[in-house]
C-alpha cells in the first residue's frame, strides 16, 4: 500500500493567520482526499483531490477557506485560511487503495499521520 | 439516515478476553466495502480489516475477524485475545463506489479500553 508523509505533524496558530498542510504520497494515486476530525468526534470528508481539476467540495466547506492545490499525482496541499478556534483539528489526508486483483489485492484506504492543529 | 451507526460509545475488555465491537450500516449501493480502522491517542488512522459487499465468506486478519450479516446490514469487529495495545478509537467506514465519489464515511466511534 502507499506511504503518506504529512506535515506538519501539530502546529499552534493565531487566530486569523493561515496554515498549509502538505501530504506526498510515494506513489501516484488518482484521488486524495481531506478530512478534518474535530475533538472527540469522527473523521468528516473536507473535499477531494484529483490533479489537474477543481477539488471537489463537500456540504459545509468552501474553496475560500480550504483551498487545495493538487499539482501532480503524489502531492497535495490543504490550506485552513482565517482560522478560528473553531478551527482546531486533526487534518488528515487519505488516498484509495490501488486496484489490485486477486491475492494481491489491498483494499485499504492509506492516511497520512495528521495535523494537530490548534488556533489561539 | 446515518449511513454508519455505531451505538457503543465505550467498551471495556479483560486482557486476553475477546471484544465485539458493534458496526450497522445503510445503504443503497449493491457495491459496497466496509472497513474498520483503529486510532490511537497518536491520531493515526491505522487500516484493519476489509469486507465486500459480495464476498462470500467473513474476513478475518490475525487477530481481527469481521461477522458480516447482510441481511441484517451489520459488520460488528471481533478482536480476539485483547491486548493493552488494543485500547484505542476504532472506526468502522463504508465505501458506495457506484456513488461515484470514492471516499470512505465514518461512524462516530468506540472507544475500547483493556483492562490489565
Known amino acids: 500500500s502507499a506511504v503518506i508523509s504529512q506535515k506538519p505533524s501539530r502546529d499552534i496558530c493565531q487566530r486569523g493567520t493561515s496554515l498549509t498542510i502538505q501530504c506526498q504520497v510515494d506513489s501516484q494515486v488518482t484521488m486524495m482526499f481531506w478530512y478534518r476530525q474535530q475533538p472527540g468526534q469522527s473523521l468528516t470528508l473536507i473535499a477531494t483531490?484529483?490533479?489537474?481539476?477543481?477539488?471537489?467540495?463537500e456540504s459545509g466547506f468552501v474553496i475560500d477557506k480550504f483551498p487545495i492545490s493538487r499539482p501532480n499525482l503524489t502531492f497535495s496541499t490543504l490550506t485552513v485560511s482565517n482560522m478560528s478556534p473553531e478551527d482546531s483539528s486533526i487534518y488528515l489526508c487519505s488516498v484509495d487503495p490501488p486496484l489490485l486483483q486477486g491475492a494481491n489485492r489491498d483494499y485499504g484506504y492509506t492516511f497520512g499521520s495528521g495535523t494537530r492543529l490548534t488556533v489561539v | 439516515a446515518q449511513k454508519i451507526t455505531q451505538t457503543q460509545p465505550g467498551m471495556f475488555v479483560q486482557e486476553k478476553e475477546a471484544v465485539t465491537l458493534d458496526c450497522t450500516y445503510d445503504?443503497?449501493?449493491?457495491?459496497?466495502?466496509l472497513f474498520w480502522y483503529k486510532q490511537p491517542s497518536s491520531g493515526e488512522m491505522i487500516f484493519l480489516i476489509y469486507?465486500?459487499?459480495?464476498?462470500?465468506q467473513n474476513a478475518t486478519e490475525g487477530r481481527y475477524s469481521l461477522n458480516f450479516q447482510k441481511a441484517r446490514k451489520s459488520a460488528n469487529l471481533v478482536i480476539s485475545a485483547s491486548q493493552l495495545g488494543d485500547s484505542a478509537m476504532y472506526f468502522c467506514a463504508m465505501r458506495e463506489p457506484l456513488t461515484g465519489a470514492n471516499n470512505l464515511f465514518f461512524g462516530t466511534g468506540t472507544r475500547l479500553t483493556v483492562i490489565p
Open positions: 469486507q465486500g459487499s459480495y464476498d462470500q
Open positions: 445503504t443503497s449501493d449493491p457495491s459496497y466495502g
Open positions: 483531490a484529483n490533479q489537474g481539476s477543481e477539488a471537489t467540495y
